[in-house]
């Protein structure tokens, strides 16, 4: 039987962590009530990693409270309701996946089962394999695996899709979100911006140590202002897109032209009657989370 957590699953207040003159963390506070997925994003050195560990009660901060599931860190690991996929984790080599996973299910006082352990992350085929055979990417299905054995209400994963290939990365969200649904949490972090876009309910951006940026996909790629005409240009000449009205940036990639504009409607007016350009497989959009990221996180 799911169980739905009424508190919080995550409030920080005014969190700092300090290493040395290093401030990893500086006055982070947010709150995200129970249920979702949320992505954590940020550059290298913003406080990604830290705020993780802070979370699963792993570092302690320097200033301010960490509540986890209304209580600690600390108390919220010790009862099962955290689970964790960390970047880093020996899988015990001569155990099949089918035993590792068994043996961590008995940690648990209500573990899911294993069917369905097995299910979320695709190990079905595996389950008798040792786990020093394993690839990378199916190893990160099985540590995956491990971290949500106990049915944990918050589940913490951290880069998550590394080393797996694009087919193990598709199955592993459809595993991520099928867990998320009945009220738990997901907290991921991230360098795959396309990943935040298309499975979190929520997006955190992070920058030197501090929050830049709380909502949802289309509210954090609001923030980069104007909106994005796409098209198929082909081999045609790309001259004079910068000077059609409402154009702030034009970029061709791969055939493919990007404009960002002040005024779509103007902008793809003027090129089906200002060009004589053929225009293919036209898209207007409020711009795509990379600009926004870009933006939230460059150095003023």
Avoid at 99 to 111: C, D, M, S, T, W
Avoid at 123 to 149: D, E, I, N, P
Avoid at 199 to 206: G, K, M, S
Wanted: no cysteine; aromatic share 4%; charged share 20%.
């Amino acid at each position: 039987m799911e169980t739905i957590p009424s508190s919080p699953a995550l409030a920080l207040t005014g969190v700092a962590k300090h290493f040395g003159d290093v401030r990893a963390v500086d006055g982070l506070s947010l709150t995200a009530a129970a249920g979702g997925a949320i992505a954590l994003l940020g550059p290298n050195g913003a406080g990604k990693s830290t705020t993780v560990s802070l979370l699963l009660g792993l570092a302690r901060p320097t200033a301010g409270t960490v509540r986890v599931l209304g209580g600690t860190p600390e108390q919220a690991v010790a009862q099962g309701r955290v689970g964790a996929m960390l970047q880093q984790g020996e899988l015990m080599p001569e155990l099949t996946i089918g035993e590792l996973v068994g043996f961590v299910r008995g940690l648990y006082p209500r573990p899911l089962p294993l069917s369905e352990i097995l299910d979320l992350a695709d190990l079905g085929s595996l389950v008798k394999r040792r786990a020093k055979g394993l690839s990378g990417g199916q190893a990160q299905r099985v540590r995956f695996a491990l971290a949500v054995a106990g049915a944990p209400d918050l589940l913490v994963l951290d880069e998550p899709t590394a080393a797996m290939d694009v087919e193990s990365r598709r199955r592993f969200w459809d595993g991520m979100r099928a867990y998320a649904a009945g009220g738990r949490t997901v907290l991921f972090a991230t360098h795959y911006l396309e990943e935040a876009d298309q499975n979190a309910d929520r997006v955190l951006v992070i920058a030197r140590g501090r929050l830049a940026a709380d909502g949802t996909p289309a509210e954090i790629k609001a923030t980069a202002g104007g909106r994005l005409v796409t098209f198929r240009l082909g081999d045609q000449p790309a001259a004079g897109l910068d000077a059609l009205p409402g154009v702030t940036s034009v970029e061709i990639r791969d055939g493919v032209a990007r404009l960002r504009t002040d005024d779509a409607a103007l902008t793809t007016a003027a090129l089906y009657r200002g060009t004589t350009l053929e225009v293919h497989d036209l898209e207007v959009s409020g711009g795509h989370l990379e600009d926004a990221f870009l933006a939230l996180t460059r150095e003023s």
